[in-house]
Nanobody, 125 residues
């Protein structure tokens, strides 16, 4: 399984970015995809997770109402639409994949077996 994250960049506070996570060599429709982020000096934290088709979606409290996770199975891609960005959203963002089920453990890094390389998001004030 290979995951490729992209779409990061530099944006002003209040702006938007869309991250993409494309998966290769995986049964994508069955895969659970999570987005995590890691700021300098901090632990990696779960941001959002989308389960297999028609399954539940999870968000961290810090991003609810601002971030939206979605998937396009035809493109083997999961998106993270980020709006109303804040300087505290600055981090390297990673996508991760695993097989179902995942449930309430979605935000834990050890719930996922496969990881992408990360994409930097910087929000200036």
């Amino acid at each position: 399984v290979q995951l490729q994250a992209s779409g990061g960049g530099l944006v002003q506070a209040g702006g938007s970015l869309r991250l993409s996570c494309r998966a290769f060599r995986v049964s994508f429709t069955d895969a659970i995809i999570g987005w995590f982020r890691q700021a300098p000096g901090k632990e990696r934290e779960g941001v959002a997770c989308i389960s297999n088709t028609d399954g539940p979606i999870f968000y961290a409290d810090s991003v609810k109402g601002r971030f939206t996770i979605s998937r396009d199975n035809a493109k083997n891609t999961v998106y993270l639409q980020m709006t109303s960005l804040k300087p505290e959203d600055t981090a390297v963002y990673y996508c991760a994949a695993d097989r179902p089920p995942i449930g309430t453990m979605w935000h834990l890094t050890n719930s996922y077996d496969y990881w992408g390389q990360g994409t930097q998001v910087t929000v200036s004030s």
